[in-house]
């Protein structure tokens, strides 16, 4: 495997399922980031984990759950979801110790999530 | 006032042509710049990076930097219908893992 995995790919599930987006990087990056992406909307941010540590949650509401157990693997569990939740969701990964050159943000290719 | 801007389009342009794409930025000290593309239901693709003032090529695409005045641009030549896509910009200003993205502009290259 190579960049950064998703699974799984697309996802159907009721308001009252339990459910878990996985993300893997293989660059060797220590920031991890979660996005959704509602259609014709811009990326918004969810959460950003550097070295395993969240530094930011921009008021997600808490049926969205984020765990990062180590610098290459991020989760997003998610419980009693809404259909406006409904989403592409984007695992992202970069190198956060690097101002300036080499810092680039690499996507994975997303969970595609429908709640009924 | 938002961190990135972007024209949300269409941008039509024929097969051939150059597209020039434009984004400004609020935040003087920003360091980096990318451009992403997007195509419809996929996620973002990396196609360039921008550091320093000035142009930067590669192949198809060059990437313009101005910080003076707070913008960043992509132009690509020849345009091809493959183009045809959502480009997104985006800044890390001096925070590390802080990156703002515009909504993106839809270009369309027409056969």
């Known amino acids: 495997e190579t960049g950064v995995t998703q699974t799984p790919r697309h996802l159907v599930m009721g308001m009252t399922n339990k459910k878990s987006l996985k993300c893997e990087q293989h660059?060797?990056?220590?920031?991890m980031y979660w996005y959704k992406q509602s259609a014709k909307k811009p990326l918004e941010l969810m959460f950003v984990?550097?070295?395993?540590?969240?530094?930011e949650n921009n008021s997600v509401p808490s049926r969205f759950s984020p765990e990062c157990p180590n610098s290459s693997h991020l989760f997003l569990h998610l419980h009693t979801l809404q259909p406006e939740d409904s989403a592409l969701y984007l695992c992202?990964?970069?190198?956060?110790?690097?101002?300036?050159?080499?810092?680039?943000?690499?996507f994975g290719p997303g969970t595609r999530l429908t709640v009924l | 006032q938002k961190e990135v801007e972007q024209n949300s389009g269409p941008l039509s342009v024929p097969e051939g042509a150059i597209a020039s794409l434009n984004c400004t930025y609020s935040?003087?000290?920003?360091?980096?710049f990318f451009w992403y593309r997007q195509y419809s239901g996929k996620s973002p693709e990396l196609i360039m990076f921008?550091?320093?003032?000035g142009d930067k090529e590669d192949g198809r695409f060059t990437a313009q930097l101005n910080k003076a005045s707070q913008y960043v641009s992509l132009l690509i030549r020849d345009s091809q219908p493959s183009d045809s896509a959502t480009y997104l910009c985006?800044?890390?200003?001096?925070?590390?893992?802080?990156?703002?993205f515009g909504s993106g502009t839809k270009l369309n290259v027409k056969p």
């Open positions: 992202a990964s970069s190198q956060d110790d690097l101002a300036g050159e080499g810092n680039e943000q690499f």
């Open positions: 921008i550091y320093s003032n």
């Open positions: 660059l060797g990056h220590n920031a």
């Open positions: 935040d003087r000290g920003s360091q980096s």
């Open positions: 984990y550097s070295l395993e540590e969240r530094v």
């Open positions: 985006a800044v890390n200003p001096n925070n590390f893992n802080k990156f703002y």
